[in-house]
């Protein structure tokens, strides 16, 4: 009998019917057919709070070919009922298996989410605090650029705003270049005049200068996983910039002849 193999989801354990099948020593097809049974009986019964879902999910593999194959992902009651169809001594070996290796599955699922005041090994404790650090500080950044990007979604509207509304916008880098200076020493400006901060390694506008419409951004997820946000200005915000700016003694190059 193989080792059967975990996939886990939202905090949800599954078994894939595949290995299922040779735990059981049975064609992986024939598997399906009864499994496709189980899920006409639960249809058909409708029985409040339960659905198809708690024992069954449906998925797709590629075969050796190239084609696409039904299978599915199967939760701790599903493998009860795959269990309950079964006799002899395979049936009592995978129910043993399955119950044993969930519960383990489980438990290890428990220790990883553990809060860090709760472990008791002062290592795992740092460990645990770090991760959670980590994951606070990434739902804040996501939180902070969804409030950015909501606020640009509806900026204000004046008589100005028509004049200025155009599609086009600019990087920093662009609007940096006009005043002879590089993108880290405008930002550096744009922070301590507090127009934006910086959190994660990325710059956002302070809340009155959020729903102005000075900038456009963009959410993708970069090469180690995390969101990015890439933020470019509106013409809007750069005649915000350039009047802050002059404002400062500072002038465009072509303000200089």
Same mark, same amino acid.
Request: charged share 30%.
């Given at each position: 009998?193989?080792?059967?193999?975990?996939?886990?989801?939202? +905090?949800?354990?599954?078994?894939?019917?595949?290995?299922?099948?040779?735990?059981?020593? &049975?064609?992986?097809?024939?598997?399906?057919?009864?499994?496709?049974g189980?899920?006409?009986?639960?249809?058909?019964?409708?029985?409040?709070?339960?659905?198809?879902?708690?024992?069954?999910?449906?998925?797709?593999?590629?075969? +050796?070919?190239?084609?696409?194959?039904?299978?599915?992902?199967?939760?701790?009651?599903?493998?009860?009922?795959?269990?309950?169809?079964?006799?002899?001594?395979?049936?009592?070996?995978?129910?043993?298996?399955?119950?044993?290796?969930?519960?383990?599955?489980?438990?290890?699922?428990?220790?990883?989410?553990? #809060? +860090?005041?709760?472990?008791?090994? #002062?290592?795992?404790?740092?460990?645990?605090?770090?991760a959670?650090?980590?994951?606070?500080?990434?739902?804040?950044?996501?939180?902070?650029?969804?409030?950015?990007?909501?606020a640009e979604?509806?900026?204000?509207?004046?008589?100005?705003?028509?004049?200025?509304?155009?599609?086009?916008?600019?990087?920093?880098?662009?609007?940096?270049?006009?005043?002879?200076?590089?993108?880290?020493?405008?930002? &550096?400006?744009?922070?301590?005049?507090?127009?934006?901060?910086?959190?994660?390694?990325?710059?956002?506008?302070?809340?009155?200068?959020?729903?102005?419409?000075?900038? &456009?951004?963009?959410?993708?997820?970069?090469?180690?996983?995390? #969101?990015?946000?890439?933020?470019?200005?509106?013409? $809007?915000?750069r005649?915000?910039?350039?009047?802050?700016?002059? +404002?400062?003694?500072?002038?465009? $190059?072509?303000d200089?002849?």
């Amino acid at each position: 009998m193989g080792e059967l193999q975990f996939s886990e989801h939202s +905090s949800n354990l599954y078994l894939d019917s595949r290995d299922v099948a040779e735990m059981v020593g &049975k064609r992986h097809d024939h598997l399906i057919r009864d499994i496709n049974g189980y899920i006409k009986t639960i249809e058909k019964i409708d029985i409040p709070k339960i659905g198809v879902n708690d024992f069954f999910i449906e998925s797709s593999y590629k075969d +050796s070919l190239n084609r696409t194959r039904l299978n599915y992902q199967i939760t701790k009651k599903g493998c009860d009922m795959v269990a309950n169809k079964m006799t002899g001594e395979k049936g009592i070996i995978f129910t043993a298996t399955y119950v044993t290796k969930f519960e383990e599955m489980e438990n290890e699922l428990k220790a990883l989410h553990q #809060p +860090s005041y709760m472990i008791d090994d #002062p290592i795992k404790r740092a460990e645990r605090w770090i991760a959670e650090q980590k994951e606070k500080q990434l739902i804040e950044t996501k939180n902070l650029m969804l409030e950015q990007q909501l606020a640009e979604a509806e900026p204000k509207v004046t008589y100005y705003d028509k004049i200025l509304s155009s599609p086009g916008t600019v990087t920093v880098t662009q609007i940096a270049k006009d005043y002879g200076l590089s993108a880290a020493k405008l930002n &550096k400006i744009l922070h301590e005049e507090r127009v934006q901060y910086k959190q994660s390694k990325q710059w956002f506008l302070y809340s009155n200068y959020a729903d102005k419409g000075y900038t &456009k951004s963009e959410t993708h997820i970069d090469a180690t996983g995390e #969101p990015r946000m890439n933020t470019k200005w509106t013409q $809007k915000g750069r005649l915000f910039i350039h009047q802050l700016l002059n +404002s400062l003694g500072i002038n465009a $190059k072509e303000d200089e002849e």
